[in-house]
């Protein structure tokens, strides 16, 4: 992260949806009113009804499209309802995308078990090569759907590759950049039109309000995307809005403490002889960390997962014992949280293809909180003992890769 964009960051974050003017309150209230009055039957007011836009939500939607240098974003209710509207304002019957194999389990079942009964198609490949995505091209092909880093295994895609190999063969690209967030990393300038979050997740970050945005610099797009908003009835809701404004306010400061814990707890599980692999960019194959280098703003993220060498019974015990790590279905919490991939969100996902990408029995995911590190550490260690004093965790390729 250049200077320049973390002073930007730093300035805009703490003042996000603020008002300015003389007699505005400082936080931005909560505007709990289904619908808004009208000066006749001729006036344009800006909000009518809380389906369509509503003051709170947009005040959240302004300060999202601010941190990527775009127009106002679209929220939605949830991450899976942005993808859904993103789905359903691009593709048409007899329409097909082109998908990261490896990516969060509920989008892959959206794809999979609704849109084809829409008559629309998706193949899933491995988006680390630009040449397989190439491959999978046809000439009905909309979009490109990418998740960098990848939920679990943080396998990384080029997106300036993808972005320019999608563009020449007249497909759009969007990103599922809900790991990273904008503030590490920004896909619309790698040359991606949408970026997707699940605000659930790292920018509200205290696990209390469900929320979903997309951010794209083209106006056409968003007046697509509003309509269709407006029609199924997807928007965020006031309160929701409200709360993942305040979480906002400190994502930065939030960041940056749990991605410097993360490295660390991933530096200590790759010196442990008990685990098989670390899922991190820095402990991942030298084409995956210079992705990360091109790409990511200064840290690679506050998720971490890795794989046991005892292997499924391991890692349920981890599970069962640690205490400080909370067993949730979730990241990005000022929390420390654990999961099961498998079982948790990739449990809808069949077992073969789980373990094509990676997701193992055995592998854990850690959403590092705001805890202090020896704690987190301290908790792990009292399950799976102290490392040795070398590394023991394998290298190797990203598992989408092989």
Same mark, same amino acid.
């Given at each position: 992260?250049?200077?320049?964009?973390?002073?930007?960051?730093?300035?805009?974050?703490?003042?996000?949806?603020?008002?300015?003017? #003389?007699?505005?309150?400082?936080?931005?209230?909560?505007?709990?009113?289904?619908?808004? /009055?009208?000066?006749?039957?001729?006036?344009?007011?800006?909000?009518?009804?809380?389906?369509?836009?509503?003051?709170?939500?947009?005040?959240?939607?302004?300060?999202?499209?601010? +941190?990527?240098?775009?127009?106002?974003?679209?929220?939605?209710?949830?991450?899976?309802?942005?993808?859904?509207?993103?789905?359903?304002?691009?593709?048409?019957?007899? #329409?097909?995308?082109? /998908?990261?194999?490896?990516?969060?389990? =509920?989008?892959?079942?959206?794809?999979?078990?609704?849109?084809?009964?829409?008559?629309?198609?998706?193949?899933?490949?491995?988006?680390?090569?630009?040449?397989?995505?190439?491959?999978?091209?046809?000439?009905?092909?909309?979009?490109?759907?990418?998740?960098?880093?990848?939920?679990?295994?943080?396998?990384?895609?080029? +997106?300036?590759?993808?972005?320019?190999?999608?563009?020449?063969?007249?497909?759009?690209?969007?990103?599922?950049?809900?790991?990273?967030?904008?503030?590490?990393?920004?896909? +619309?300038?790698?040359?991606?039109?949408?970026?997707?979050?699940?605000?659930?997740?790292?920018?509200?970050?205290?696990?209390?309000?469900? =929320?979903?945005?997309?951010?794209?610099?083209?106006?056409?797009?968003?007046?697509?995307?509003?309509?269709?908003?407006?029609?199924?009835?997807?928007?965020?809701?006031?309160?929701?809005?409200?709360?993942?404004?305040? =979480?906002?306010?400190?994502?930065?400061?939030?960041?940056?403490?749990?991605?410097?814990?993360?490295?660390?707890?991933?530096?200590?599980?790759?010196?442990? #002889?008990?685990?098989?692999?670390?899922?991190?960019?820095?402990?991942?194959?030298?084409?995956?960390?210079?992705?990360?280098?091109?790409?990511?703003?200064?840290? #690679?993220?506050?998720?971490?997962?890795?794989?046991?060498?005892?292997?499924?019974?391991?890692?349920?015990?981890?599970?069962?014992?640690?205490?400080? /790590?909370?067993?949730?279905?979730?990241?990005?919490?000022?929390?420390? +949280?654990?999961?099961?991939?498998?079982?948790?969100?990739?449990?809808?996902?069949?077992?073969?293809?789980?373990?094509?990408?990676?997701?193992?029995?055995?592998?854990?995911?850690?959403?590092? =909180?705001?805890?202090?590190?020896?704690?987190?550490?301290?908790?792990?260690?009292?399950?799976?003992?102290?490392?040795?004093?070398?590394?023991?965790?394998?290298?190797?390729?990203?598992?989408?890769?092989?």
């Amino acid at each position: 992260m250049t200077s320049t964009q973390r002073t930007h960051f730093e300035t805009l974050l703490p003042h996000a949806g603020q008002g300015s003017l #003389d007699g505005e309150p400082l936080v931005t209230p909560i505007t709990q009113s289904t619908t808004f /009055c009208r000066d006749g039957l001729t006036s344009e007011a800006q909000h009518c009804y809380s389906r369509q836009s509503n003051p709170t939500v947009a005040a959240l939607e302004k300060t999202l499209g601010q +941190l990527e240098n775009a127009p106002p974003a679209v929220c939605y209710s949830t991450g899976l309802a942005a993808e859904s509207a993103l789905f359903l304002s691009l593709l048409s019957a007899g #329409d097909h995308i082109v /998908c990261s194999r490896a990516l969060y389990g =509920g989008t892959t079942r959206i794809l999979q078990q609704i849109f084809p009964s829409f008559g629309v198609e998706t193949s899933f490949v491995d988006t680390t090569s630009p040449e397989e995505v190439e491959r999978a091209l046809r000439l009905n092909t909309k979009l490109v759907f990418l998740e960098t880093p990848s939920n679990p295994t943080l396998a990384l895609t080029d +997106l300036a590759a993808i972005t320019e190999v999608a563009h020449r063969r007249g497909a759009l690209v969007a990103v599922d950049n809900t790991f990273l967030t904008p503030l590490l990393q920004q896909p +619309l300038d790698h040359g991606a039109d949408f970026s997707i979050y699940s605000t659930t997740k790292f920018i509200e970050g205290h696990s209390v309000a469900l =929320g979903g945005a997309t951010v794209t610099r083209s106006e056409e797009h968003l007046e697509r995307l509003r309509f269709v908003r407006t029609c199924t009835g997807g928007i965020q809701t006031p309160f929701n809005a409200w709360l993942t404004l305040q =979480g906002l306010k400190t994502l930065g400061v939030r960041l940056e403490r749990q991605c410097a814990s993360a490295l660390s707890i991933a530096e200590w599980l790759n010196q442990h #002889d008990a685990v098989e692999r670390v899922h991190y960019p820095k402990f991942t194959a030298p084409a995956q960390r210079a992705i990360a280098e091109r790409q990511h703003l200064g840290a #690679d993220g506050a998720v971490v997962s890795f794989e046991l060498r005892s292997g499924t019974e391991g890692a349920k015990e981890l599970l069962k014992k640690t205490e400080l /790590c909370r067993l949730v279905e979730h990241v990005g919490g000022v929390e420390t +949280l654990i999961t099961h991939s498998a079982s948790m969100t990739h449990g809808g996902v069949p077992k073969a293809e789980r373990e094509l990408v990676g997701v193992t029995e055995g592998l854990v995911r850690i959403s590092v =909180g705001l805890e202090p590190v020896s704690a987190i550490i301290a908790d792990l260690e009292n399950v799976i003992g102290s490392p040795s004093s070398q590394p023991q965790a394998e290298v190797t390729p990203c598992p989408a890769a092989l």
